[in-house]
């Protein structure tokens, strides 16, 4: 677990779009169109609160905003969530903070009634920490779409049940 103190909030806050913004960039995992619509959904969070559909966890340690999920209900389902987002800052990796998000994730899921979560990533070789991580806490690779985002880029949908 990280050191220092841990703050896990759900508000959201003007300001938390550069948060994010800065969270996504420093992983290098992300082209800049895909850090255009991290942001985008956070300022349509802003603009429309929950009708907006999107959901919200910061992490903070020692005051510093340091990882964050976004997640909704699917529209047209009563039970099924997608987790949009999940992202640990650079200097804040492995130390705990990813599954201190999914973990509250997990419970502000299951106390609106959901009873699953399905996670999108990618099948290229950089993101295999993140299919680790992802299987590491109990996530179920249910489906591989090929050359999804480009050709050998395939696309992996993960399933985490929650009863």
């Known amino acids: 677990m990280s050191h220092g103190n841990i703050v896990l909030r759900t508000n959201i ?3 938390d779009t550069e948060f994010i913004r800065d969270i996504v960039s420093s992983t290098g ?6 850090i255009l619509v991290a942001v985008e959904l956070a300022e349509e969070r802003l603009a429309k609160g929950k009708s907006s559909g999107y959901e919200f966890v910061f992490a903070e340690v020692d005051g510093r905003v340091a990882a964050y999920s976004c997640f909704g209900l699917i529209p047209c389902s009563l039970i099924s969530w997608d987790l949009y ?3 640990t800052g650079k200097d804040f990796q492995n130390r705990g903070l990813g599954k ?6 997990e419970d502000i899921v299951r106390d609106a ?3 699953t979560i399905y996670i999108e990533t990618s099948s290229k070789p950089l993101y295999k920490p993140t299919q680790d991580f992802y299987l590491r806490n109990q ?5 591989n779409f090929e050359d999804f985002y480009a050709i050998g880029d395939n696309k992996l949908v993960f399933c985490k049940k929650l009863f």
């Open 13 to 15: 806050s003007h300001g």
């Open 29 to 34: 995992f992300f082209r800049p169109d895909e």
């Open 85 to 87: 987002w999940i992202a």
């Open 100 to 105: 201190l998000i999914l973990r509250k994730t």
């Open 113 to 115: 009634g959901g009873k």
């Open 139 to 143: 996530c179920e690779l249910i489906a």
